[in-house]
């Protein structure tokens, strides 16, 4: 065996730096591998051998086969499914990773808990109010349903898993979790979780199954911000940002524009030769 830094790689075939014989690739597996102080990989029996650190396709020829029975046994079913999806676009190749189904499996107790609470009691549920709770709870639900609609009819799963994700972390924020909210919820999580989906759906008071239920709907109004962020520039540099109604008029708009103090300071007394108004994006003073 030699070590990588005596090996270049031409194409497929691994050729000796020195001799130029053609080499055969020996696959070493990632639990076996060995590491010295400069992080180096390490060959597990031969000592001071230089590894490669490749990422191939599962193979058994190459020794890098994961047994998803080791992997449901510590984490469940609902674990290896949530990674497979998340690992990332469906039509793209993406190296296997063991270090991430901790994440999953928290963000699944992040889920668990959104729902039952903190209390291991049978039956316990976290606090549940009627409705659609605030105003910020209500949009973040619809904006919740509406990603993960599209995410899922695209065939973006991982981005859909990224979307229930900011739910469970920011929906009880500051109040108490909505029953519609954690309803829609459950239905959402049902594709990618459905054995924690069918828990949930049951401690929600409801008759099996989650997965025969309709697909949660959201107010198309909720979605638009109620406002919006306009920069304020001179010479085309940022000087400031105003915030105004997202119906705002091109009028409003530079009415609350040159009201700005900040900009009123940068222009320093000037009159702006010309003022350009890209329709919802910025404002630029033209000196």
Sequence with gaps: MYSAEEVRIEGETAIHQHSGEELKPRWVS??????????????PTIEGLVLEE???KMSKSRGNVVNPDEVIAEYGT???????MFMGPLEKGAPWSSESFPGMFRFLQRAHRLIR?????????APIVDGTGTPEQARLTARTIQGVTQDIEEMGFNTAISKLMVFVRDMTRDHPLPRQSAEAFVVMLSPFAPHLAEELWEALGHAPSVAHQPWPTYDPALIASP???????????????IQIAADSTKEDVLAV???????????????????????KKLVNFVV
Excluded: C, F
């Excluded at 609902?78 to 497979?84: A, G, H, S, V, W």
């Design 227 to 241: 406002e919006m962020t306009i920069p304020l520039q001179i010479n085309g540099k940022l000087r400031s940002k």
């Design 78 to 84: 609902d674990t290896m499914r949530l990674y497979e």
């Design 117 to 125: 609470g903190e209390s291991e009691e049978p039956g316990a549920l």
């Design 54 to 56: 490749v990422t191939e």
């Design 257 to 279: 524009a040159r009201q700005d103090e900040k900009l009123q300071e940068w222009l320093q007394g000037k009159t702006p030769k010309k003022i350009i108004y890209v329709e």
């Design 30 to 43: 990632a639990s076996a591998v060995k590491w010295n102080e400069q992080g180096q990989p390490l060959h």
